[in-house]
């Protein structure tokens, strides 16, 4: 596609289900982010895919996140035991080399957690 | 660690008026530095980098921002807004060897008619 795609747009979540979050990178785009964002804040980096090889998975806040990118192109969030505090807009973005020198960011998909 | 600062919440300006926003950081090289819009149901869109050279760089829309190392600030300017530049703006920071950015926690700009 043109541009960065994530889904679902909007999810809503009983405390304790596990949910899964997608993004459609650019086509070529070698490396993939996730950041999440709380309301009000500014985006606070999850994690970090080169091709499909996790490089860096620094801010995931728990054990109860996870994330996968297998074939080097679409890549999926998963969060177990949802929690109040997860309630976020999780954002991914993409770029075509090995850096952050121009990401390209989705919608989001705005989590609710009840 | 990086850290990036916005001092302001919220802005107000007129059409047609100037605008700058304040961005301060802290890093212990020179870093990279990026302004980023976001507005409303919609990705963020960078405006402008700096990662070394000329401090003073130009973006889209109009926009430019000076890196003063002294000052360890990149403040994004416009001479002459729009209303269609009402949004929210992220400064951000990055260092090279690493991956991720350190976004400051954003203002909001109104432009009034």
């Known amino acids: 596609g043109a541009g960065v795609s994530q889904s679902p747009r909007y999810k809503v979540a009983k405390r304790g289900q596990d949910v899964a979050l997608r993004c459609d990178p650019i086509s070529g785009h070698v490396s993939l982010f996730w950041y999440q964002q709380a309301l009000g804040q500014g985006p606070e980096f999850l994690t970090y895919f080169q091709n499909e090889a996790q490089l860096d998975k620094s801010g995931l806040p728990s054990d109860r996140f996870f994330a996968e990118r297998p074939e080097g192109s679409v890549s999926t969030l998963k969060i177990q035991r949802t929690q109040q505090e997860d309630s976020a807009v999780y954002l991914c973005?993409?770029?075509?080399?090995?850096?952050?020198?121009?990401?390209?960011f989705g919608s989001g998909t705005q989590l609710s957690v009840l | 660690a990086q850290s990036v600062t916005q001092p302001d919440i919220h802005i107000t300006v007129s059409e047609g008026a100037s605008l700058e926003l304040r961005c301060n950081y802290s890093y212990g090289a020179t870093p990279y530095l990026f302004w980023y819009v976001q507005s409303p149901g919609q990705g963020l869109q960078l405006l402008l980098k700096y990662f070394s050279g000329d401090t003073l760089v130009q973006g889209i829309k109009g926009f430019e921002a000076e890196f003063k190392r002294s000052q360890s600030s990149f403040n994004l300017r416009k001479p002459s807004v729009h209303w269609s530049d009402a949004a929210e703006y992220f400064c951000?920071?990055?260092?090279?060897?690493?991956?991720?950015?350190?976004f400051g926690s954003g203002t909001q700009l109104t432009v009034l008619p």
């Open positions: 951000a920071v990055g260092a090279n060897s690493a991956r991720q950015l350190t």
């Open positions: 973005a993409s770029s075509l080399g090995q850096g952050h020198e121009k990401l390209f």
